[in-house]
């Protein structure tokens, strides 16, 4: 079975929300442990100076991010490609447990309890050159939620 591969058109704004293709909800993917998907931003329009920044995306909340590995790579100016690799999508820490490891700094040992859905939450970081240096802007949240193919 290949990579599922997810293709997204972005036009980026200065101010207010930019403009995606599809309609903005939160994209569905589900993924067997050992399986990834690869998601692919274009960005497009009509100015030249617009570009995607550094590795093109700030995670700005991974919901089990143990379970996957997560890597974003800019392919020339305009693509960033999300990689997302499940390594366990059955189970996930408790509520009590992720406050304790966040509150407590010492070492831990926690039971894992079912889930069989997570969400990656992170925006896209473009950048466009004006009058007064390269600034940077971050999308709204493009929210991707992860099920198991194979719910317990």
Known sequence: ???PQYEFVVTPKVE????FSGDDKPVKIQLAKGKSATLKY???TDED???FAENGTFFTEAQDNFNYNLTSK???KHTVEVTIEALNVANTLSESD???LSANPDAKVVT????NNSRIEFRL????DSGNGVVRYFSQDPTIVIEDTEPN
Do not use: C, F, P, R
């Not at 894992?112 to 889930?115: F, I």
């Open 98 to 100: 992720i406050k304790a």
């Open 125 to 128: 970081v473009a950048q466009k």
């Open 49 to 51: 100076d617009w570009s």
């Open 112 to 115: 894992l309890v079912e889930n």
């Open 16 to 19: 207010g929300n930019w403009i």
């Open 42 to 44: 274009k960005l497009v």
């Open 1 to 3: 079975m290949s990579t």
């Open 74 to 76: 800019l392919k020339g």
